[in-house]
Each structure stands twice: as structure tokens, then as C-alpha cells.
């Protein structure tokens, strides 16, 4: 991606976002995260839009965030909060942490972006410990035939306006595939763009360890 564009991304990220956020994204992010237990790792935490709803009783949340730009406005809204994170330059397909060690892993509109989804969820079943769970939202490739040829078309154009999102990802298909189980509600994210308004929501866990590629 072009780095300039990248800085300007972060900048114009939470404008982008407010009214969706409004029109229900805040409210879905507070009862997502609630359910946040003991050690929890955030991928792809960009400015931190989760950061109010995380429960005060957590043991410790790591925040990874590969883009300095987002970093910066990240670690802005930890001090704003007066919450206490690590933050940590890293991409969600090369999490420097060992395995089995986090509780929690938290992934709201990351899957989309990331350059190699099958190599992140991997990651993501490799640090969580038996038992732990991944709880997302992430916007898909819609059911409506309709809708998915238009997301289709316009797939290069926002993605390089988006900061590498892919609108048309069947995310749910590849949590599958790489030995996640997931329990998921259909929704829709009001205020924003059609091509990405159909949401999946919920929580998976390891069903089957593969192998890293």
C-alpha cells in the first residue's frame, strides 16, 4: 500500500467511521468486547475505537497494530482512557508471542485488511490456550447475489481507497478452514457503504491446530 496514503488513513479513519459507529458499530463493539477475558490480544487495534469497552478486570491486553500512523493515535487513546495496554508493532500473520499464551484474541474489521487471512487465523489459533476464544466482527462477501457482484466491481477501487480492504472476503469459510469454530449472528453495518455492510458477528474457537504456512 502507499504509505502516504496509509498516514492519511489514519487520520481520516474515525471521521469515516463516526456515523456507522453511531448507527450501532459502538453499541456492537461494547457487548463484543464485555465478553473479553483474562489475558487478551488485539489484532489489528488501529486507533482504538475498542479501547472504552474493554471490562476493567482483564488481566492484560496487548494491542498490535502494524501502521505507525495508527500506533500513534492508539496510544493517544490509552492515555485518554487511563487504560494500560502493550502495544505491539506487529502484523496479525507474525504475532511475536508464544503459543498458548493469550485468553481472548479480539479482531473487529482486521480480517478484511490483512494481506494473508489463512497465515493470521493460523497465528490466532496458535497463541490462544485450549479453551480460549476469538471474538469478532468483521464485514463479508454478502449473500445477496446482487450485492456480491457489485462488491465484485468495486473491489480494487475501495481497496485501495480502504488501506487494503477486501469487501467481497469469505472470512467465515476461512475461519473454517483453518481449524476455527465460530458461532456468528448476521447484521448489518448501518451508515456505511453497501459493499460492506454485511456483518458477521460472534465468537470461535480451536476446533483443530494446522500447521502455520
Avoid: K
Avoid at 501502521?67 to 508493532?89: F, K, N, Q, W, Y
Avoid at 478484511?112 to 497465528?123: H, K, M
Wanted: glycine content about 8%.
Amino acid at each position: 500500500m502507499n504509505q502516504a496514503w496509509l498516514r492519511v488513513m489514519a487520520l481520516l479513519y474515525d471521521p469515516f467511521l463516526w456515523w456507522g459507529e453511531i448507527a450501532g458499530m459502538r453499541r456492537r463493539r461494547r457487548a463484543l468486547v464485555a465478553a473479553a477475558r483474562g489475558r487478551v490480544l488485539e489484532i489489528g487495534a488501529g486507533t482504538g475505537l475498542n479501547i472504552p469497552h474493554y471490562p476493567a478486570e482483564i488481566d492484560a491486553l496487548i494491542l498490535s497494530e502494524p501502521e505507525p500512523g495508527m500506533r500513534r493515535r492508539l496510544a493517544r487513546r490509552l492515555r485518554r482512557h487511563g487504560r494500560t495496554a502493550s502495544i505491539v508493532d506487529a502484523p496479525a500473520e507474525h504475532l511475536p508471542l508464544p503459543d498458548a499464551s493469550v485468553d481472548t484474541v479480539v479482531a473487529t474489521l482486521v480480517l478484511c485488511t490483512v494481506a494473508d487471512p489463512e497465515r493470521a487465523l493460523g497465528e490466532i489459533a496458535r497463541v490462544l490456550r485450549p479453551g480460549g476464544r476469538l471474538l469478532f466482527i468483521e464485514h463479508v462477501r454478502a449473500q445477496s447475489r446482487l450485492l456480491a457482484t457489485c462488491q465484485d466491481a468495486l473491489l480494487r477501487p475501495w481497496r485501495a481507497f480502504a488501506g487494503g480492504c477486501v469487501c467481497n472476503r469469505t472470512t467465515l469459510e476461512t475461519m473454517q478452514a483453518c481449524g476455527l469454530t465460530a458461532e456468528v449472528d448476521p447484521a448489518s453495518w448501518r451508515g456505511m457503504p453497501a459493499i460492506v455492510r454485511p456483518l458477521v458477528v460472534g465468537q470461535a474457537r480451536v476446533s483443530a491446530h494446522l500447521p502455520v504456512r
